[in-house]
């Protein structure tokens, strides 16, 4: 049964992934866009804790993890983000859905095999910028929309190469679509109003510019996993990954056109868009490595954290004439653990229930205006087994921070609600009877 199911919701849900706008982020507008893959529900309710094997749960930060499965493994999860845009003279909300991940795990005795998609960035703004020319002669309402943005498709493996010691590599291939647009409109001082406010009417024509981006490239991904007793049921857990650096291949193109508008919407061109010849560029997609120390036992308590370093600094944008911004090398700390009562418990539901919490504070390397966009937020969760079998539902929730309403730029408040499924059930096995 559950084979069919995995199979629907592939299909369901790798048509969605390209379709959604998967953020509302001014931020979005550089690079590729807002990196929204942290790790799957369970890591990110615990920080983004990402050190811990499991026979059960898919790992996909740390292919070394595969090898610890003991079931084959089925992982989707989605998320409802509601957020408060705020900036030193104005509030606005918007909200948004998305699928996270889809993953399947196969284990094969010492050996772990892990695929999927994970819709990795997106782009997805709008926002409206007004400009007044002095003495209110004239004024231009300026209109930004972006949508789109990165897709990975991943193939792994993990291997024990002891008890205690695993190895494990993934290959990622990156693709994606980002598109952009901008209008501008103006509007001309015809005279003032009763209240004295002046009075303006619109210039007949405006002005759009669209830009694409059609991205490609592949990446890879090493980890290392470790784990041994060191007093009768505690251990130590430990984890460290690496990427390393790789290019981002974007095919660009540029049209420019004399538009009619209202508001920034209904924009028809007047005559035929003039394409601007644009240079094929490379991203450098900067390399990544963590270290990740926990302590605990396994099956009632773990706590932990994880240091990720990224050479953000080499980075850029898709267009090279965005000049108010720039990058420094990112680093992210988390730290989180889990509880659980009584595994064990038969009678009572909510001793099995697994409780999970943390916190993550992340400089993201963007750095606009000469700001840097940290990011920080609080995070819960619950992993709830299903009667009978080994799989569960997992929830989380985070509450966070980013960027700042200094120089110009905006803070975002967010809440994230997630949901997700971990479906196990054992393949490649012969049967003992008929």
């Known amino acids: 049964m559950i084979k069919k199911i995995i199979v629907s919701i592939c299909l369901l849900f790798s048509l969605v992934s390209f379709a959604q706008q998967g953020t509302s982020s001014p931020y979005s507008y550089y690079g590729i866009g807002d990196v929204r893959f942290k790790g799957t529900i369970e890591n990110r309710s615990m920080g983004g804790l990402s050190i811990l094997p499991d026979s059960i749960h898919m790992n996909i930060l740390n292919p070394a993890m595969y090898s610890s499965l ?62 007044y020319d002095s003495p209110n002669s004239m004024k231009t309402d300026n209109y930004y929309y972006g949508n789109g943005g990165i897709n990975k498709v991943f193939l792994g493996f993990g291997f024990q190469l002891t008890k205690k010691l695993s190895f494990g590599a993934d290959a990622q291939y990156n693709f994606g679509k980002i598109t952009t647009k901008s209008i501008s409109e103006r509007f001309l001082n015809v005279g003032t109003a009763a209240d004295g406010s002046p009075i303006y009417d619109q210039v007949q024509y405006g002005s759009r510019e669209v830009n694409i981006s059609n991205a490609n490239g592949a990446n890879f991904n090493a980890g290392l996993s470790y784990h041994s007793k060191i007093y009768k049921n505690i251990s130590i857990f430990s984890s460290a990954t690496y990427s390393p650096e790789s290019k981002l291949n974007l095919g660009n193109s540029r049209a420019i056109a004399v538009v009619q508008s209202i508001a920034g919407t209904n924009d028809v061109a007047i005559d035929t868009p003039l394409d601007v010849s644009m240079a094929s560029t490379k991203l450098r997609l900067p390399a990544k490595y963590s270290f990740g120390l926990g302590i605990g036992d396994a099956k009632k308590w773990v706590v932990g954290s994880e240091l990720t370093i990224q050479k953000s600094s080499n980075f850029g944008n898709r267009f090279s004439d965005i000049n108010n911004v720039t990058y420094e090398n990112a680093t992210k700390f988390t730290f989180g653990g889990y509880y659980i009562p009584n595994y064990k418990s038969f009678t009572h539901y909510f001793d099995r229930v697994v409780y999970r919490g943390g916190f993550r504070y992340e400089n993201t390397g963007l750095v606009i205006n000469s700001q840097p966009i940290n990011d920080a937020a609080l995070t819960l969760g619950l992993g709830m ?36 499924l971990s479906l196990n059930d054992k393949w490649f096995q012969k049967s003992k009877y008929n």
């Open 70 to 131: 003991k079931l084959t493994t089925f992982s989707i999860g989605g998320t409802f983000a509601a957020t408060k845009l705020k900036t030193n003279s104005q509030d606005e909300k918007a909200q948004r859905t998305t699928l996270d991940y889809l993953a399947v795990g196969i284990p094969l005795k010492k050996l772990g095999i892990g695929f999927g998609l994970i819709p990795y960035s997106s782009v997805g703004y709008n926002i409206k910028n007004t400009l």
């Open 385 to 420: 087994p299903l009667r009978g079998v080994f799989s569960n539902i997992n929830v989380g929730f985070e509450l966070g921070n980013r960027g700042t309403k200094a120089a110009g730029l905006v803070r975002e408040h967010y809440m994230n609600f997630s949901i997700g």
